[in-house]
Structures are given as C-alpha cells and as structure tokens.
C-alpha cells in the first residue's frame, strides 16, 4: 500500500492482508496446500533469518508443507495475506529446544527482531512485527473473557471464538502517545533510572479510555514534568510489537520551560537546543545518548530538529 507518510520502523507491511477471505476455512486450505505459498516462522517471538547479500538479514522463506507440519493444526498457524500471487503463513513455534538445531537445521537461525530490524528490508520488518504481535496476543487471550472456557482460533488465525458461550474475541491493539515538547528554540527530554546511563528520551504514556489523542499528550506532559501543553501537532506513527503497541507520535509546544520530573516516570528532566539535539542523535554529546533510530523518539527528536 503506497501511501504519502513517514514510515517509522516495523511501519510499511506490504502484504494485502486479504482480510474479506480469513472467513472462508475452503479457500484457506487451498492456499496451504499451493506450491506457491510461502511460511515464515517465529519461535519464542523470535524470527527465522538467514543472510542477505551484501550482508543484511533477510526472512528465510519455507516452503508450505514445513509450515503446515510445524503447525500441527491451526492453533499455531497465523493467514498473513498475499504478496502478488503467493499466500504468505507465519508459524509460531515455542519450547526451549532451538528448531534451527532440529527440524529447520540449515535452512537459517532465529534472531530476536529488534535487534535485526535495521538489517531487514524495511517491508519485511513490517511483515514480521505484524507476526510477532499477533501471536503474542494470541498466546496471551487462549481463555474466553466472557467465561472463561479455553477458545479456538478461527478466520486464519485473526479471531479467538469460544465454544462454550460463542464470544468472538479479536486482536488488541494498546495506543500510546509519544511526544517530543518544545519552548522556543529547545526541546526536553527524560530519563528513567531504568534507561542505559545517560539515556534521553520522548515522553510517553497509554492512552485511557474516553480520552482524546491530545488530551493523552497533555495529561501526560503535566503529569510526568508539570508542563502545560499549548498546541499539539501528529508527525508518524508506529508498530510496536512488544507487545502490541500503536505509538501515536507528537511534537508539542508548551506554556513554558520549567519543567520538574515527577521522579515516579521520569527521573530527570533536560533542555536541548537545536544545535544540541543534533549533536545527541550524532553521539556528539559525552555522555549522553539518544534512541537509536528504529525508535519513534529518535525520529521525533530528528525532525524538530530539521524543523529550525
């Protein structure tokens, strides 16, 4: 799908997610059982890889009949759409035996996603973060809310149902501002304790219910650094399977630059001008770090600064 936005990392999966065909098991099966379909797989939330030319990381296709006998059933199994003519199937895999030392042994390695995703082709970044989010959901949501009966998949992997009560119970995904405030000529940015040492980032928080997008950067700018947010403005947005967040990316200006860390979110509080932005993002600055690329936050940071 070619749209004119800013795609953020695990953002641009290029899949026709063929969503109006989930429903139909029929033309399901006959996609599996095509010599043109292809399976990807993840185990333990982590991708099969193997190397690219030139030296990138790429998804280690297999063919869908090891799909299918990975899978067992359908449980495991995961419709992820259509690339062109072939139907593309994930398979999740788990326990702690490595099944690149056993059934897929030769055929590639599984790598933790976010440590490989700037080494993926952007696309399949997407495809795989699409994967990974919805089998975490999946493994998370095996029991009915409604009564507590353990549930089915159903539609291609994209619905849990329960046999017991009939609920229908489908894929969440959490919305999170992130945002970048600005006074004049800086921006601020937080750390939390947690952070790697000298660690400076967006500020972010979950949206709560009955709450606008602005209104959530707002509540939490004064919340966590007792600033006033005056206009808020959307930049990009992205996936974020850990475990499946939707950050909603923000540059906000704010009524002034006293700013106080709540020291229950944030830990402390620091001022940047332009100049000083780029050289954090650069790691020009000694001692203090920016978020690397792949995060939202560096590029929220990245464009204010080009901003000026």
Known sequence: MALDVFLNTFAGNPLDRASDRRGDAEWLAAQLASPDALGLALWNGKPFVETAEGGGVQIAYLPPRVVSEL????????????????????????????????ALQGLGRFEDLRAIAL???????????????MFEWRRRHDHCAQCGEPTRIVDGGWKRQCPACESEHFPRTDPVVIMLPYHGERCMLGRQEAWPKGMFSALAGFLEPGESIEEACARELEEEAGLK???VR???SQPWPYPSSLMIGLIAEVENDE???DQTELSEVRWFTREEARDLLAGRLVGLAAPGAMAIAHQLIKAWVEEG
């Open 71 to 102: 899978a067992g059933g359908l449980e495991k199994l995961l419709f992820m759409g259509r690339w062109k003519d072939s139907a593309i199937f994930a398979v999740d895999l788990g326990g702690s035996t490595d099944p690149a030392e056993g």
């Open 119 to 133: 080494k993926l082709p952007a696309p399949e970044a997407g495809i795989l973060a699409t994967a990974k989010a």
């Open 229 to 231: 947010a005056t206009k």
């Open 259 to 261: 700013a106080a860390p």
């Open 234 to 236: 959307y930049h990009s």
